[in-house]
């Protein structure tokens, strides 16, 4: 396969396996972001890319599973970007990172330790912003087919005569 370069000699996949490498967030062009610390990247619409991120984060932190990977939250919050939505994200990010700053953190995404962002949006969590976001969370995370088998769920048995003949005994997590 042959890789189109770019006015620099890079493509983009070598910009992004050396900046990512690096330990880098950045944006290249406009409302485009990858993640630092994962394979993903993203195109943003409305929002800010550090927006976006910090939202992604929050996420994560609501709803923490170390098996569900970063793609899957950002298709759960991608639906913020929205020009509509926009105004309202980016004023309840801007309190969640003063939130932060009264902790002692430059940002939210700046507080390293989970317990330490936990503890942020424990004091936020009765905000309609932080009700907002944690409510759409439970579908646009949860309905995911492809988060599915992470859980071992195995979608609707429904059609297939209900769980009694298929699922009902066969989970070991419990």
């Not at 630092?36 to 619409?45: G, I, L, N, R, Y």
């Not at 890319?49 to 932190?61: G, N, S």
């Not at 913020?80 to 009264?102: F, K, M, R, S, V």
């Amino acid at each position: 396969m042959t890789q189109t370069t770019g006015p620099k000699g890079l493509s983009r996949r070598q910009l992004l396996s050396r900046a990512t490498a690096a330990g880098a967030s950045f944006v290249v062009g406009t409302g485009f972001m990858a993640a630092k610390d994962a394979a993903w990247a993203m195109e943003t619409s409305a929002l800010k890319p550090e927006t976006f991120a910090t939202l992604v984060q929050m996420a994560r932190d609501i709803y923490p599973h170390d098996k569900v990977g970063d793609e899957y939250y950002v298709v759960a919050v991608k639906g913020y970007d929205t020009p509509e939505a926009a105004g309202g994200i980016e004023a309840g990010i801007a309190a969640l990172n003063a939130a932060a700053q009264g902790k002692g953190h430059a940002s939210y995404l700046d507080a390293a330790w989970e317990r330490d962002r936990v503890d942020i949006l424990r004091g936020m969590e009765d905000s309609a912003f932080f009700q907002q976001i944690r409510g759409g969370l439970v579908t646009g995370l949860y309905n995911q087919k492809a988060v599915w088998p992470i859980f071992g769920y195995e979608g609707s048995s429904f059609e297939f005569g209900g769980y009694i003949d298929r699922g009902f005994n066969d989970i070991n997590w419990l």
